[in-house]
């Protein structure tokens, strides 16, 4: 009997797995390292581990949700496919005009960054559409078989078609792209209305061509993926997370992989927000520390906050996304010293290979993973649950050249630099959080850190302490937190229809209304046919609104009522309320204008169990001590084992709790606590 969920998360240095177990409540984590030639590798022989751990037989697994960073790494590092554009006559430069925005405002000989799509690789057609939608040229059939010739020669992989008006009326934009496919047998067309038909020609066409640009790569992912799994005989259905903290099936990441590119990130704090939710904890800073990036997010009322503009790269993003920051601080990131003599870190990072110096496979340079083993951070012989040793001599070795160009001296130079790295990634870190906190008018003293990935609880506290949060809570497996996500995510989609309507036009509320209405329609079926794990939907929209004659909207949520109505005196209110709740003002005698509507699907999936450790078990001593250097000292440290602690034990820092996917430092002055469930209250005091 199937009863069994597996969550998988593939990310630069590890490939993570939470599998929980529906007969007995329990959750089994795992973690494997990634194969970067061939991430599918990883997943199989992960599984396999999991499935022995777990005690059960791949046939008992009834679903897989697995997210991955392909797509993104590929657009970061421009690996994707070669690929082509095809554009309204006269719009050839549409990705070389971008914003005319200069890379810095103050630096004139910067140089610009290349487009996604070289110049000579986009392809003007006589087709065009009128603002309206109107049709007022179509090619002539010679044109596109001229043109189908021409891709061919150039040995494209994939062509993305984007006219212009295309938003408003899709048809001469779905006939060319079309009419290329059926003369282009084996090359992906991608067309900028199906993806994301929103107002915007710039961002519209970066879209389509970043959907164009990972495709072929993910589809042959997901075919390897699933030929993998079915050689190991989990023939569960497969989803794949999204980066609006939901999952599709794998047939809808097939049709659009840009829909994934943020996944990852987003997963990690949907399963934040909703262990917030169980502590009573309403504001939260999610912290995801890996081995190349942390990511960091605010969650309030058990909800991720969302943003429909980011950036994937040097390329912005307009499709919605659990909002999330990084900076290129991880495990991995490399420790320097620059020619002027100044400590760097980051944002290069040693990747998996050859990963640290302490990872024995190559590698010379300082990595903060380093720095936590010359400090006494992390037992170099408990990596990974003792499956991974780590090279103590290594890591002290690589920090020691650090230590020297730094001019440092004593036997415990490299100790210093290892503490001199973590204070400068530390204080990059905490720059970080507080522009994204001022950002939005927060105060970090009322929000708790929910740190995960592999280095976020060892980093966590050393956090807290320069940001002045108020607590931490540690995650029962923040090393595969992701992967919980995974399994946590409800199944979520988003769609778009740009209208440009003024509230006070004549039959404006109806138009409105009915577009709603439409799309509610669209979703409802999408979500219908995305499999039986659904067990209920939930519709909710907004409108992108602004007042006449500004440049950008604001994000309006309509309530399901007004809805099937949008009548304008109430939608107009909504619309001045949260101008002045972000502005301070409201334009009473502008006319408010509706751009662009939203509608989002949610299809809940059951939760799943999170265990509560036994209540009479009795609190347990530490496994033992650790020399740990900390402010320009060695301190004798208590360890403790993580599936050791019991319901209500507490200690004092300095300590340490060692688990298989982690391990939590908590510096003097602060005080842990362990809950019903296993999460660590770590808190000043």
Not at 150 to 161: E, F, I, M, N, P
Not at 440 to 460: C, E, N, Q, V
Not at 634 to 639: K, S
Request: with cysteine; aromatic share 6%; net charge negative.
């Amino acid at each position: 009997m199937r009863r069994a969920r597996v969550g998988i998360d593939v990310g630069g240095t590890f490939t993570d797995f939470v599998l929980s177990n529906g007969a007995d409540g329990s959750l089994t984590y795992f973690k494997e390292p990634s194969v970067p030639s061939d991430p599918s590798l990883a997943v199989e022989r992960g599984m396999a581990a999991l499935l022995d751990r777990a005690r059960l037989e791949p046939g008992d697994v009834e679903l897989v949700v697995h997210g991955t960073t392909l797509g993104l790494n590929a657009i970061i590092q421009r690996r994707g496919a070669a690929m082509a554009l095809v554009v309204s006559r006269g719009n050839r430069d549409v990705l070389e005009i971008a914003r005319c925005r200069m890379p810095s405002s103050y630096d004139f000989s910067a140089p610009k960054e290349e487009p996604l799509v070289p110049r000579d690789l986009v392809f003007e057609i006589g087709a065009r559409s009128a603002f309206d939608g109107t049709i007022l040229a179509r090619p002539p059939v010679e044109e596109i078989a001229e043109l189908a010739e021409t891709l061919k020669s150039r040995g494209v992989a994939a062509v993305a078609v984007m006219l212009l008006n295309a938003y408003v009326d899709p048809t001469l934009e779905t006939e060319v792209a079309d009419a290329l496919a059926s003369r282009l047998p084996g090359v992906l067309v991608s067309r900028s209305s199906q993806v994301w038909p929103e107002i915007r020609e710039y961002e519209r066409a970066l879209v389509a061509g970043l959907n164009a640009y990972i495709h072929p790569l993910l589809e042959r992912y997901y075919a390897t993926l699933t030929r993998r799994m079915g050689e190991l005989g989990v023939a569960a259905p497969l989803y794949i997370t999204a980066s609006n903290g939901g999952a599709l099936s794998v047939d809808s990441a097939r049709a659009r992989p840009i829909d994934t590119v943020l996944s990852g990130p987003a997963s990690g704090v949907v399963a934040a927000a909703r262990i917030a939710l169980l502590t009573g904890r309403q504001e939260i800073i999610t912290f995801d520390m890996g081995g190349t990036s942390s990511d960091f997010a605010v969650s309030k009322g058990g909800e991720p906050e969302y943003t429909t503009r980011t950036d994937v790269g040097e390329f912005p993003l307009i499709l919605p996304v659990v909002n999330v920051s990084s900076i290129g601080a991880g495990g991995g990131s490399i420790v320097r010293v620059d020619k002027h003599g100044v400590l760097k870190v980051g944002p290069e990072s040693a990747g998996a290979d050859p990963g640290p110096a302490s990872y024995r496979r190559g590698g010379t340079e300082a990595a903060i993973t380093d720095c936590y083993v010359a400090a006494g951070i992390i037992d170099p012989d408990a990596f990974l649950g003792g499956r991974m040793k780590l090279d103590r001599a290594a890591a002290s070795g690589a920090l020691e050249r650090v230590a020297q160009r730094l001019g440092m001296t004593g036997e415990d130079r490299a100790a210093q630099a290892a503490e001199a790295a973590l204070s400068v990634t530390t204080a990059k870190m905490a720059t970080e959080l507080f522009k994204g906190l001022a950002q939005r008018g927060l105060d970090p003293r009322g929000f708790a850190l929910i740190p995960f990935g592999g280095a976020g609880p060892t980093h966590a506290n050393l956090l807290a302490e320069e940001a002045r949060l108020a607590a931490i809570i540690v995650p029962p497996g923040p090393g595969t937190f992701c992967a919980l996500g995974a399994i946590m995510a409800d199944v979520k989609r988003d769609y778009v229809r740009t209208v440009r309507r003024r509230l006070s036009d004549d039959g404006a509320p109806q138009a409105l209304a009915a577009t709603i209405a439409g799309l509610e329609r669209e979703a409802t079926d999408w979500v219908g046919s995305e499999g039986a794990i659904v067990e209920a939907t939930q519709l909710s929209a907004e409108a992108d609104m602004r007042y006449a004659g500004q440049a950008y909207e604001l994000h309006v949520a309509i309530p399901a009522a007004l809805g099937k109505t949008m009548a304008a005196r109430e939608v107009g209110e909504l619309f001045h309320q949260a101008h002045e709740r972000l502005y301070g003002f409201r334009d009473v005698d502008s006319a408010i204008e509706v751009v662009t509507l939203r509608v989002r699907v949610v299809g809940r999936v059951p939760p799943i169990a999170i265990p509560e450790l036994d209540k009479t078990a009795t609190a347990v001593e530490p496994k033992g001590r650790r020399r740990v250097f900390h402010r320009g000292q060695w301190l004798d440290v208590p360890v403790f084992l993580r599936d050791r602690l019991v319901q209500g034990q507490g200690f004092a820092g300095p300590a340490l709790v060692e688990q298989e996917d982690t391990t939590t430092w908590i510096i003097p002055g602060w005080h842990a606590r362990v809950d019903a469930v296993g999460n660590l209250h770590v808190s000043r005091g």
